[in-house]
C-alpha cells in the first residue's frame, strides 16, 4: 500500500528552485523523523534533510546547508522541501520517509516508510 507519495520534481537550471513535497497517508506521532533522501545513479542513497514531527530538530547534509529547508504542515500530514539554488550535483531522485523511531533518524536503515521518489535534475 502506497503511504508517502512524493511531488514537484522536475528538470530546471542551475540556480532555479524546486519545492518538493511528501504527502503521508499514515497517522504520524510527534516522536516520528521525516525526511528526504537522494539517490544519484551509482551512488548511495543519502540523507539530504530530516526533522521530527514536533519540535524544531533538524538536520541537513553538509552540501545543503544554506540551500534547501524542511518543512512540514501538520494538519496536512505533509512534509516539504524548499531547494534553492540548485546544482547539477543536486541530481538524483528524492525520496520522502518516515522513522517511527524516538530519535532524530538520519540513516536508511532507521526509517519505515518510504516513497517511490520524484526525479530531480539539473542541468548547468
Known amino acids: 500500500q502506497v503511504q508517502l507519495v512524493e511531488s514537484g520534481g522536475g528538470l530546471v537550471q542551475a540556480g532555479d528552485s524546486l519545492r518538493l513535497s511528501c504527502a503521508a497517508s499514515?497517522?504520524?506521532?510527534?516522536?516520528?523523523?521525516l525526511a528526504w533522501f537522494r539517490q544519484a545513479p551509482g551512488n548511495e542513497r543519502e540523507v539530504v534533510a530530516g526533522i521530527k514531527w514536533s519540535g524544531s530538530s533538524t538536520n541537513y547534509a553538509d552540501s545543503v546547508k544554506g540551500r534547501f529547508t524542511i518543512s512540514r504542515d501538520n494538519a496536512k500530514n505533509t512534509v516539504h522541501l524548499q531547494m534553492n539554488s540548485l546544482k547539477p550535483e543536486d541530481t538524483a531522485v528524492y525520496y520522502c520517509?518516515?522513522?517511527?523511531?524516538?530519535?532524530?533518524?538520519?540513516?536508511?536503515?532507521?526509517?519505515?516508510?518510504w516513497g517511490q521518489g520524484t526525479q530531480v535534475t539539473v542541468s548547468s
Open positions: 520517509a518516515v522513522s517511527r523511531g524516538v530519535g532524530l533518524a538520519t540513516t536508511p536503515g532507521e526509517f519505515d516508510y
Open positions: 499514515i497517522r504520524t506521532f510527534s516522536w516520528y523523523t
